[in-house]
C-alpha cells in the first residue's frame, strides 16, 4: 500500500510516517520503480506499535528504545516494565505541572472582572512573566498622608 493508505490504515499521518523514516524510528521501506513508498503488513504493524507509544505518551526517544526491545525476542521483561515504570513518572509529572497550570490559570481568571475595560491581569501576567500574586501591591500602609491622612 502506498503511504496515504498505510497513513489511514495506522492512523498516522503521512507527513509523521515521513518523519519516522527520515529520523530511523522505522527503517526504509520498500520503492517502487518510480520512487513512491510501499508498505506492507510488517510496517503498518510496527506503525500501530508507534502510535500506540505515542498516544501513552512515550518521546520519540523512548519509542525507538520501545520498539528494539519489541523486535528483540531476547529481551527481559524486566526491562520493558522499568521503562514502563520511568514513563509513569514522567506522566505523573506532567499531570502536577498540568494541574498547577490549571490553578494558575483559574487564578487569573478569577481576578479578571471580565468586563468592558481593558485592564486584563490574565495578560498583565502573561507579558511579564510575572504571577499575579507575585505582584506588589500598591500600599500606603505606614506613610505619612496615606489611606488613614495621618
Not at 37 to 63: A, N, Q
Not at 83 to 110: C, F, K, N, S
Request: hydrophobic share 35%; proline share 5%; glycine share 10%.
Amino acid at each position: 500500500m502506498n503511504i496515504g493508505q498505510a497513513a489511514k490504515a495506522s492512523g498516522i499521518s503521512a507527513k509523521m510516517i515521513r518523519y519516522y523514516e527520515d529520523t530511523g524510528l522505522i527503517g526504509p521501506v520498500a520503492r517502487t520503480e518510480s520512487g513512491y513508498r510501499m508498505y506492507g503488513p510488517r510496517d503498518i504493524h510496527t506503525l500501530g506499535f508507534i502510535k500506540r507509544s505515542r498516544d501513552m505518551g512515550f518521546s520519540v526517544e523512548r519509542i525507538a528504545d520501545l520498539l528494539q526491545l519489541w523486535q528483540d525476542r531476547s529481551r527481559h521483561s524486566a526491562d520493558v516494565k522499568r521503562m514502563a515504570l520511568e514513563h509513569v513518572q514522567v506522566l505523573q509529572q506532567r499531570i502536577t505541572e498540568l494541574q498547577e497550570m490549571v490553578r494558575t490559570v483559574q487564578a487569573l481568571a478569577d481576578c479578571c472582572a471580565g468586563d468592558e475595560r481593558p485592564d486584563c491581569p490574565i495578560l498583565r501576567d502573561i507579558e511579564t512573566g510575572v504571577p499575579l500574586l507575585e505582584t506588589p501591591l500598591p500600599t500606603t500602609f505606614g506613610k505619612v498622608g496615606g489611606a488613614h491622612g495621618h
